[in-house]
């Protein structure tokens, strides 16, 4: 199955994209670098092309996983990421938030290891009634 990963390049990204070509599908790593410009829309519509899904990935509230210590940082992002609240800029979900969530939900499905404070996140935003409704409908939970 072809999967793009928008900002496939970046520090939970490399690891989506490893995992889902670990698993014998093709996951492309959208980002600049790869020739593709989501803001730009460059190179967009051919890495699109014959996916069957796409997923989100940031790494907006980067920090600590559970194999690296809270001392050291990776990939320039803070050891200690900034939430303002519950959420990433506040007391109240964000678009933000739930882009990210769908990239936790892969990341989750493929193994891969994300920061406690992320999963700690990914938590309560499922814990959401319109999310889990959401999912539900889906048939993802």
């Given at each position: 199955?072809?999967?793009?990963?928008?900002?496939?390049?970046?520090?939970?990204?490399?690891?989506?994209?490893?995992?889902?070509?670990?698993?014998?599908h093709e996951g492309i790593a959208?980002?600049?670098?790869?020739?593709?410009?989501?803001?730009?829309?460059?190179?967009?519509?051919?890495?699109?092309?014959?996916?069957?899904?796409?997923?989100?990935?940031?790494t907006a509230a980067c920090g600590p996983t559970r194999r690296m210590p809270r001392?050291?940082?990776?990939?320039?992002?803070?050891?200690?990421?900034?939430?303002?609240?519950?959420?990433l800029f506040g007391d109240r979900p964000s678009v933000v938030d739930l882009y990210l969530f769908v990239t936790l939900l892969w990341a989750d499905k493929f193994g891969v290891d994300v920061p406690e404070r992320l999963v700690a996140l990914r938590h309560r935003l499922e814990a959401r009634p319109a999310v889990r409704a959401a999912l539900k409908a889906e048939g993802l939970r």
């Open positions: 199955m072809k999967i793009v990963v928008i900002g496939g390049t970046g520090l939970i990204g490399t690891k989506v994209v490893g995992k889902l070509k670990s698993k014998g959208a980002a600049p670098n790869t020739g593709v410009n989501t803001i730009a829309g460059e190179g967009l519509a051919e890495a699109l092309t014959n996916a069957r899904a796409s997923s989100r990935s940031s001392t050291t940082s990776r990939g320039g992002c803070s050891s200690s990421p900034t939430m303002h609240g519950d959420y």
